[in-house]
């Protein structure tokens, strides 16, 4: 199936700084996702992304949907410690007619430690 | 306000074993799909159902069944538990075909 490269698989910062994580494929997809996992949880929606170009933020969150629609990434400015967790983005394609019942494909996920 | 319930949370098998997986949604959402995870390997379809009355297959169907009792509920079956099928397993739902998915906390099952 259909694969997202996500990068990096972790990250190491302090407390305060930025960080940056990105989606890629060699395919188009429709819509953008990221997810935020916390340990023992389920996936929890940041952000949605619809359309090419789209930039979006939710609180100190900024994501993109590439121009090119294969790629899509996301900030998080001033990190605090309960930044911490797993950041999955997820991409969903539609089929041949037009359709796609929500199904998505996600990236291997972002381990992010931050140091207080 | 519970969205997506899955029990159990926690499970552990021998090997042949069979169990189901529950899962309910109470946000009225169309749509419901099994996951599982694995270490460095993201979330990967298992089956899904776009709307009451369908099911249909996802990236790693083998050994997995699935019923849509209805529009709220939606069960995994391992009719057979193998070592390979340790995993926590994601339930989820979305209200439409564009819209994003909500997920349950998941079943962490382990098969000895």
């Known amino acids: 199936g259909q694969q997202l490269n996500q990068s990096p698989q972790s990250m190491f910062i302090q407390e305060g700084e930025d960080v940056s994580m990105n989606c890629t494929s060699s395919s188009i997809f429709n819509t953008w996702l990221w997810y935020k996992q916390d340990p023992g949880e389920g996936p929890v929606l940041l952000i949605a992304?619809?359309?090419?170009?789209e930039l979006t933020s939710n609180g100190r969150l900024t994501a993109q949907f590439g121009i090119t629609r294969k790629d899509s990434f996301l900030n998080i400015s001033a990190s605090i410690p309960s930044d911490v967790g797993i950041y999955f983005c997820?991409?969903?394609?539609?089929?041949?007619?037009?359709?796609?019942?929500?199904?998505?494909?996600f990236g291997q996920g972002t381990i992010l430690t931050v140091h207080p | 306000n519970a969205g997506v319930t899955q029990t159990p949370k926690f499970q552990v098998l021998k090997t042949g074993q069979s169990m189901t997986l529950q899962c309910a949604q109470d946000?009225?959402?169309?749509?419901m799909y099994w996951y599982r995870q694995d270490p460095g390997m993201g979330l990967r379809l298992i089956y899904y159902s776009a709307s009451e009355g369908t099911t249909d297959k996802g990236e790693v169907p083998n050994g997995y069944n699935v019923s849509r009792l209805n529009k709220r509920e939606f069960s995994l079956r391992l009719e057979s538990a193998a070592p390979s099928q340790t995993s926590v397993y994601f339930c989820?739902?979305?209200?439409?075909?564009?819209?994003?998915?909500?997920f349950g906390d998941g079943t962490r099952l382990s098969i000895l």
């Open positions: 992304l619809y359309k090419a170009g």
């Open positions: 997820a991409g969903r394609q539609l089929n041949a007619g037009g359709t796609s019942y929500g199904k998505l494909t």
């Open positions: 946000m009225n959402h169309n749509s």
């Open positions: 989820a739902s979305s209200g439409g075909n564009n819209q994003p998915q909500h």
